[in-house]
């Protein structure tokens, strides 16, 4: 049974984090990121940053994985959006 709550973790950790990825794509392919809010991604990227936290202080690998490539990818878009302001 755990080994199947494990799977549903990793499914989900891997499906929202994958999500990320187009938009970090467009942000660097197209050099701007005008349709991304400055304020919610900020808040966004500390909120995935207390996550991470949570999941290390649980030692959930899934939430840990998930929210360490979440954050780099939350990160670079930014990134992005402070420079190409």
Same mark, same amino acid.
């Given at each position: 049974?755990?080994?199947?709550?494990?799977?549903? @973790?990793?499914? /989900?950790?891997?499906?929202?984090? $994958?999500?990320?990825?187009?938009? /970090?794509?467009? =942000?660097?392919?197209?050099?701007?990121?005008?349709?991304?809010? *400055? @304020?919610?991604?900020? $808040?966004? =990227?500390? @909120? $995935?940053?207390?996550?991470?936290?949570? @999941?290390?202080? +649980?030692?959930?690998?899934?939430?840990? +994985?998930?929210? =360490? +490539?979440?954050? *780099?990818? /939350?990160?670079? +878009?930014?990134?992005?959006k402070i420079i190409y302001k």
């Amino acid at each position: 049974m755990m080994q199947y709550v494990d799977s549903v @973790g990793y499914l /989900a950790a891997f499906l929202t984090t $994958i999500a990320f990825v187009p938009q /970090a794509w467009m =942000t660097w392919k197209n050099k701007h990121a005008r349709g991304v809010s *400055l @304020g919610m991604y900020i $808040i966004f =990227t500390v @909120g $995935i940053a207390l996550w991470l936290a949570y @999941g290390i202080l +649980i030692q959930v690998w899934p939430m840990i +994985i998930a929210n =360490t +490539i979440t954050l *780099l990818l /939350a990160s670079f +878009i930014l990134v992005m959006k402070i420079i190409y302001k």
